[in-house]
């Protein structure tokens, strides 16, 4: 879409009155204008030094070891030993079979 003869000469118009008004600021932007332009993707593309790369990368990995270990030990509770874990029935009180086991019988208790 090109400009029509009006917007071209409005805008040459500006640009005469920007020259007269800042000389300056018309040689720093006839300076931009002269200088190489960049094309593609890596126009406005920030330059990331090998320091920079490393320490991000470094940072990554503490932070991911620090999850890790504390991922493994918020898991990890000490049961108590089986000799004082007591399991009763739910109806009568008694105790159940030990997991795996077979339930025992209650003996009849020795007369004398």
Do not use: K, Y
Request: aromatic share 4%; proline share 12%; glycine share 6%.
């Amino acid at each position: 879409m090109s400009l029509s003869d009006w917007e071209r000469r409005a805008l040459a118009e500006m640009e005469q009155e920007l020259r007269r008004e800042d000389p300056p600021f018309a040689h720093r932007i006839d300076a931009l204008n002269a200088s190489p332009c960049h094309q593609g993707p890596q126009r406005f593309a920030c330059q990331v030094s090998a320091c920079e790369v490393v320490c991000v990368f470094l940072t990554v990995v503490m932070l991911t070891g620090l999850c890790v270990l504390v991922i493994l030990t918020a898991g990890h509770r000490q049961a108590p030993p089986p000799s004082q874990i007591r399991v009763t029935g739910t109806a009568t009180g008694e105790p159940s079979a030990p997991p795996g086991g077979h339930a025992r019988t209650p003996q009849p208790a020795a007369s004398p």
